[in-house]
Structures are given as structure tokens and as C-alpha cells.
């Protein structure tokens, strides 16, 4: 059978990869489906964990469709995947906890210490956002992201993962400038660090600390080990001040990351 050409490639390729992430949120809205009798963070957390069982499986069966190995599109744990997880988790929380240190210095905003807080909630989080990392790197930062590397290069790749993370969080509720600014900024850093390290063992460090250290601080619409108090009628404000110094952070992080090694097309 005649190889196809290389823009015929790349259009199966991104065929196969918005397929991939098709089946990948039927598997969370089935899995939501499933488990929406149960307490409300032990649906979340069954539900995220099926999630990502899915879209692994679902990474197999794309690979050989493409043509590659799972150590290709960098799934498959190595003698570094522990260290890599653990560097990115310090990294990422080391980012959470600045952007709410400089919103705090910016005045209107508080933080106390929750008087209601125990080891199940604070072990049940961990548990949940770092179901909700691997989910998302695998189902964004790993086949999709990779395989477009491999037939269109990095830049190729980088923004059509964005684009697709983006609309994803819009379809889950977000607004739009929260899914461009918020969730699409973040894209950015997970996919560099996925690029950067051939794995997704970095982002998924750096996405389960950012998501954790948001609840930590109180920042989740949730009561965490903190408590984020903001002055009465300063809401706008603090919400605004909050999404520059995301936007800073996660730029200083971005450009640290881009700075660190070369992306190459592979």
C-alpha cells in the first residue's frame, strides 16, 4: 500500500486526534452519568479516574492506528517519571502560591486559616486533582499532542491542543475569557513541559500542584486549608487582579520553560 504524502498525513493525524478527544469526553460524560447518585467529591473522583483509565485505553488503540509506541507519545513510566512528577508538583505549587501572595499584597484580599479542616478532605483533594491531571495530560498532552508533533511539528501542535483544551472547559461551563486566558494559558505551560520532557510526567506535576494549590489557598469556590476572604464589594477587582498575575506567572513560567532546552520536531 502507497505511504501517503505529508499533507495527507497530517490531516489523518488530525483527524485521528479530534476523534481520540471526541471519545474522550463521552468518557467523562458517560462516566458523570454513572456516578452522579454518589457523595459529591467520591462521584468526582470515580469519575475523573474512569476518565483517564478510558483515554489511556483509548491511547493503545490510537497509537497503533498511527503507527506509534506508547513510549512515543511519552505514557510509558521510566526510571525518571517519580522525580519528573515531584519536580513539577514543587514548581506548580511554588506558581499557585505566588499568584495568591501577590494578589494578597495587592490588598482586598485575606487569608485565614480554616478552622474546619481535617486529613479526609485535605487527602481526598490530593486524590481528586491529581486524577484530574492525569486525565487531562493524557488525554490532551499525550497521543494528540505528540502525534501532531511528529507530522506538523511543535508550533502545529501546541496551538491546535490549545484551541481544543479551550473549547473543551467552554463545553464544561466556563466563559470564554475564563476557558482563553485561564485554562488556554495553562495549555500552553503543560504542553511546552510535555515537549520540553518527552513525557507527561512534568505537566502532570505541574497541573495536579496548580489545581491543588488553587484549592489549598481557598481559590476553588470551596473552603481548603486556607480561606481566601475578599473585602466586601472589591470582588471585581480582586477576580481582575487575579487573572494579571495568573497571566504573569504563568508567562515567567512559560518563558522559563521555553528557555529551558531546545523543542525540536521529532
Not at 483509565?53 to 507519545?73: M, Y
Not at 505551560?189 to 506535576?205: D, N, T
Request: aromatic share 12%.
Amino acid at each position: 500500500m502507497k505511504e501517503p504524502d505529508k499533507p495527507t498525513k497530517k490531516i489523518y493525524t488530525l483527524s485521528r486526534v479530534l476523534l481520540f478527544w471526541v471519545i474522550c469526553m463521552a468518557f467523562m460524560a458517560i462516566s458523570s452519568g454513572l456516578t452522579k447518585q454518589l457523595p459529591l467529591i467520591w462521584g468526582q473522583i470515580l469519575t475523573v479516574s474512569s476518565a483517564a483509565l478510558g483515554s489511556f485505553v483509548l491511547t493503545i488503540l490510537f497509537c497503533r492506528w498511527e503507527g506509534l509506541q506508547l513510549k512515543d507519545v511519552g505514557v510509558i513510566p521510566g526510571v525518571s517519571t517519580l522525580s519528573r512528577v515531584a519536580i513539577g508538583f514543587i514548581i506548580g505549587l511554588f506558581l499557585a502560591s505566588l499568584q495568591v501572595l501577590l494578589i494578597a499584597l495587592n490588598g482586598h484580599l485575606s487569608i485565614a486559616l480554616s478552622s474546619q479542616m481535617s486529613f479526609t478532605p485535605i487527602g481526598l483533594n490530593l486524590l481528586l486533582y491529581a486524577f484530574i491531571a492525569l486525565r487531562e495530560e493524557i488525554a490532551f498532552r499525550g497521543f494528540p499532542l505528540r502525534s501532531i508533533n511528529y507530522v506538523a511539528g511543535p508550533w502545529v501542535a501546541q496551538v491546535f491542543i490549545v484551541v481544543i483544551f479551550i473549547v473543551e472547559h467552554i463545553l464544561g461551563g466556563m466563559t470564554w475569557w475564563q476557558a482563553i486566558l485561564g485554562s488556554g494559558t495553562g495549555a500552553v505551560l503543560f504542553g511546552l513541559a510535555a515537549l520540553k520532557s518527552k513525557g507527561i510526567a512534568l505537566p502532570i506535576g505541574l497541573h495536579f500542584a496548580w489545581n491543588f494549590g488553587q484549592w489549598f489557598w481557598g481559590f476553588k469556590n470551596d473552603t481548603g486549608i486556607y480561606t481566601a476572604v475578599i473585602e466586601k464589594g472589591s470582588e471585581t477587582r480582586v477576580e481582575q487582579t487575579g487573572m494579571i498575575y495568573y497571566l504573569l506567572v504563568m508567562g515567567l513560567a512559560i518563558f522559563a520553560c521555553y528557555k529551558c532546552g531546545q523543542t525540536t520536531r521529532q
